[in-house]
């Protein structure tokens, strides 16, 4: 028999723990108290409305039982009752059910957090079935659970993490104190055990220049050791120095991680580009907790753009549902919407894009339809703000970011129009998919009707692009829209030529600084079939940030700067994070053009094995999937995969050979 | 200087209170355990939707300060910080303005409550001169405050009661064990002290046949005594009976309650009638709590048809302008607005009717422009449900409930279309107010509009009165129509005058049951001078209930009923509320119509006072105003008027004469 869940009013523990990790950033500046100049560490808020979970929850399920059913309810709060067929018992009582219908009800309140429910029994054991039915007009939906929580004993107010000690690697004197070093970017509780009791000052540092310069560095902790021990909140950091001192500390770090099983592999005849994708995949690792995150060491918030990068990385790596699921409802956030996710309206177009993907990738039917109100309320409120002809118009509390980067700053520019457009698309899918027909064809129409207008207004003839503007005349070409328009395929063959010419393989067009928007660049060329594009990039961006020293992938670079130059951002000397998940893009590029790996039909029912050797000798990788793994090997010679499923196709030229569950099958060239 | 405030995000910390006070309510039912029956009392939620604060909060203000001012803040939580011109500082530590222009920003974190800030200083102390600027597209809106919190050392968290010790009045043996009488109902925490270790059950009263019904009574008590004692929850009661013992215990209650200074007294030469003014008044005042409730027993919670009356009865008795705000603003809630206001229809529209009451009698404009874009939002969620020709339409989840009674139950019913035209009245008003030209007229217009047709499709001539419906053909003539055309004055002289003959002096048409309509069809008949139908229904109705030995006013009265019978409501033996705040109407009636005390400008700046005899031969008391108390001496030679605030009149038929401030006006007849 399946075990029962801890369940919930939907949403509620995504949007709890989304309200704590939201709110732990600080940052530490420099200001003067008094007489004195302090450096002090303040709460750092976002700017975007953080939500709450109702602390209120309703929730019911109607069915048979065939034979006699004894149930339980245990839940997190006192102020709860499990109502059957209408008589009401406190938690913790054994109830028995004849055979025959029943209803159960379960209902509580819980101030500080939000509260939930476990009931043991066999057809009424709490799980999604269970509906939402309290009286406030909302669509009733399926109740909220997760797969980390499925034991009576669990606290679902204590995010499940894992804890490992890691000891420094090295401990040296240096610069009038002590310097500890834990080799690579870390993240976890500092511990500091045995130690003589008074205030100890710890620099902390990404960068080994960081954590020596304690007048700038982002994190300094007045470690007051009491009764010879001190703990402090989990932080980022690789170096910790303790000026002023030549007795080394006993400290430690309690690594605090998410434990994803990772059932990903690659490896390649370069070495620079293995080591490479184990950095991708650690950099990722550490920013994959409640939710996606950004970065590890500054926000550690959940950004929508970022996050709709990470999913695709996880579906090459992890293949995490639960994690993808978390952070859409992060995100997502409590009605009424009233401002773009983040604040950026790309970001909310993202979100809406994010949801066919995932259901394409892990044929989770369930999630679309718990999603889809949410989803309309986006639509209307996107809909709300559009221009009179249907397209995208800023409005003046609307960040537009799309990339650091230059854009036409009049209007709406072109790229954005197209993420839009790409946003109606995963909608008018869901849509169908739910059986909403009638939005399905709306969105569809409202798609088309974009794609055609972006056509027609913002391609530039004379520059053989499209602009960011049609309305200023600057004809400002950049390569976001360019790469838009190869990418989510919205142009026709002959004008795509042209953007590779005129844009993408000119130089004089300002290249892409972020790893971001790399990622889309990368993927709209090995869509085109060009490798090369991509591993020289692996080579010049991701492989010059490995031979600084990198343990972590950046959250920017400039082959161009020198030394400490390399840390600085938004006016910070060390602000730049140094792990940033937006990098980990090799793993899903290597996966899905290298390993040729991806779903033909949803859920990876139907898939396809495409694999090329790009600039390698000879490639050698696994690729997880909801029904199992498939692994590809490949060097001049031939090609073997070995899955764990059925529907696969091996894809070679125009040669098409059936994949055989768990057989392996091998093609000689 | 006059004292900060501690503030918060507009309506925190009403939403706070609100969510702890809905949630508390608990009933005793029996129920089958394995094997046992046992009495178990469990949670009891209301079933409208509950709203939470914003845990997180963001205030900011601009200006300038003439000369060198230190502020510090002083917050509930730890995730708080005060910027001052661009540069953060945590809590309590002094920072120094130097003359000139300042920003200072104030944000905090509160996961378990909501958080709230105090800043010392001059021009910079924390006060409703806040407003938010957190980036959610709402309003900006002025910081909410109350008086109750001045003090750094305040705690926003718990609400401010006063506590009383009080013994039972009287301990005797009864039924085989021990009965404590309170002599009164009395509401508080149950204390038992030098007491043997035990489980002791207490069987709980309103009356003294409920607490001996071990078996019915509404709420029975497990007290489990450790190392001597026990404490309970607040609970309203008179009686406790202990079953099965000889040995009295050592039983107190911690009486708990509002401290609100009343201003106002009524007495004259009619006994009864004075002593069911002081239970109308306790009763008040027993339900008069972090907001209003509806009885202090059953269920504790605020519902806005209950509290728009408790408004005018406070106007005339403690003149306590904050528990009116408090309790409009948990009304309100948050957005989304979904539901109905407790889910009527009719509740919402008193809502809206309430503000501009609030206005009239207490001039407090600063309120009107804080609440009303949630008035505007109120609305929009009511005309988003209106029919297509603009008038009221009960959908499927609309309660419409007017009152305990039998109405036409096919379509919207008159008195509802009538309270909605009230609203539209009350939004006209308040829109002109703060400044909203365009809805104002709009309002105004709309008010007429409904006007007009309610005469035209509900007035039936044969019946010569407003029937609950138009489209049955079955012309059901109830009493509400008809009282509110009256007070509300929707119809000509000629129809009203029908409308006494046929319906209000009709005994046929099924009379008026609960106290809180007879609040309206009282205040109708003082409106148009027939004040013996109120003295007589004083006497009939409150006296009657008095006659039994009611120490507060009851939820219902029903004369022809018998011993426990008056008892029984809901299908429970003893639901019925014994203390019901809607009972409290001969207050505000003899304040408004015997002494005569009444707003003819907002804020009292102009007022009447028209004192009637009615069935008396004296009568004397006063009247609280914004500005100081109102008092009336009255008898069959002479009436005296002594105030203690400009602008009032004294009107005797068509003699006018003007009151002066602090000198007694007596006018002999």
Redesign the interface.
């Known amino acids: 028999m399946r075990k029962p869940y801890w369940i919930w009013h939907p949403g509620a523990f995504e949007l709890?723990h989304s309200?704590?990790l939201h709110?732990r950033r600080t940052?530490a500046?420099t200001?003067e108290?008094?007489k004195e100049i302090k450096r002090?560490s303040?709460?750092?808020?976002p700017?975007?409305?953080?939500d709450?979970p109702?602390?209120?929850a309703?929730l019911m399920k109607r069915a048979t039982v065939d034979k006699e059913e004894v149930i339980e309810l245990f839940s997190n709060t006192?102020?709860?009752?499990i109502r059957v067929d209408g008589?009401?018992?406190?938690k913790n009582?054994?109830?028995t059910l004849a055979p025959g219908e029943h209803t159960v009800e379960l209902?509580?309140?819980k101030?500080?957090?939000f509260p939930a429910f476990y009931v043991t029994g066999d057809v009424f054991k709490s799980d999604r079935t269970y509906i939402t039915y309290?009286?406030?007009?909302?669509p009733n939906r399926h109740a909220g659970w997760s797969e980390l929580y499925r034991e009576p004993e669990d606290n679902v107010e204590i995010f499940k993490f894992s804890y490992k000690r890691l000891d420094p690697v090295l401990i040296k004197k240096e610069n009038g104190g002590i310097l500890y070093d834990f080799g690579k970017e870390v993240f976890g509780k500092i511990v500091i055990e045995n130690a003589r009791d008074g205030e100890y000052l710890l620099s902390l540092g990404e960068s080994y220049e960081e954590a020596l310069d304690t007048e700038y560095c982002q994190i300094c902790v007045n470690a007051l050791v009491r009764n010879g021990e001190f703990t402090f909140v989990p932080v980022a950091l690789r170096y910790i120095f303790v000026p002023k001192t030549d007795t080394p500390l006993d400290i430690f770090l309690d690594f605090e991680y998410l434990p994803l099983e990772s059932r990903a592999s690659f490896s390649c005849d370069d070495e620079l580009v293995n080591r490479m994708w184990n950095v991708c995949k650690y950099t990722m690792l550490l920013n994959s907790r409640e939710g996606f995150f950004d970065g590890i060491k500054r926000d550690r918030w959940v950004w929508s753009g970022d996050a709709y990068q990470s999913y695709f990385v996880n579906y090459y790596l992890a293949f995490d549902k639960e994690i993808v699921k978390r952070t859409i409802r992060m995100l997502r956030g409590a009605?009424?919407m009233?401002?773009h996710i983040n604040?950026i309206s790309d970001y909310t177009f993202y979100w809406l894009c994010s949801i066919w993907d995932y259901y394409f990738y892990t044929g989770d039917k369930d999630f679309v339809c718990d999603i889809y109100p949410d989803m309309l309320s986006v639509l209307s409120f996107v809909e709300g703000r559009l221009s009179p002809d249907g397209m995208f118009e800023r409005k003046p509390?609307d960040w537009v970011f799309m990339d650091w980067s230059t854009f036409d700053p009049a209007g709406p520019i072109c790229a954005e129009q197209m993420v839009l457009c790409k946003a109606y698309d995963g909608v008018s899918k869901c849509a169908a998919l739910v059986g909403d027909e009638k939005t399905a064809v709306r969105a569809e129409k409202q798609r088309d009707y974009i794609k055609e207008k972006i056509n027609e207004r913002y391609w530039c003839e004379d520059k053989g692009a499209f602009v960011d503007d049609y309305t200023t005349g600057r004809e400002n070409v950049t390569r976001h829209a360019n790469i838009f328009a190869i990418l989510f395929d919205l142009t026709s063959e002959e004008r795509k030529k042209k953007i590779l010419e005129n844009v993408i393989y000119n130089k004089e067009i300002t290249p892409i600084t972020t790893p971001y928007f790399e990622f889309y660049e990368l993927d709209a060329m090995c869509r085109i079939g060009d490798f090369k594009y991509m591993t020289d990039m692996l080579h010049s961006y991701w492989g010059a940030m490995l031979d600084l020293g990198a343990t972590t992938i950046w959250e920017e670079f400039d082959p161009t700067k020198k030394g400490i130059e390399h840390y600085e951002m938004y006016g910070g000397k060390y602000e730049k994070s140094l792990c940033h998940a937006w990098g980990a893009s090799p793993i899903y590029l290597l996966g899905k053009y290298a390993l040729g790996v991806y779903p033909t039909c949803a859920g990876y029912t139907e898939y396809e094995v495409k694999p090329s050797l790009m600039s390698f000798g000879k490639i050698e990788g696994t690729v997880p999937t909801p029904k199992g793994n498939v692994t590809v090997k490949m060097d001049k010679e031939r090609v073997s995969v070995q899955s764990e499923l059925e529907g696969g196709v091996l894809v070679l030229g125009d040669k098409r050979y059936r994949i055989e569950k768990n057989k392996e099958l091998t093609v000689n060239f």
């Not at 008589?87 to 406190?90: D, F």
């Open positions: 709890y309200m704590l709110n940052s500046k200001v108290v008094g002090i303040a709460y750092y808020p700017m975007w409305r953080i709450c109702c602390h209120n309703e006192e102020d709860c009752a008589k009401k018992y406190p009582v054994k109830i209902m509580g309140f101030a500080q957090t309290n009286n406030n007009n909302e009605e009424p009233l401002k604040t509390d």
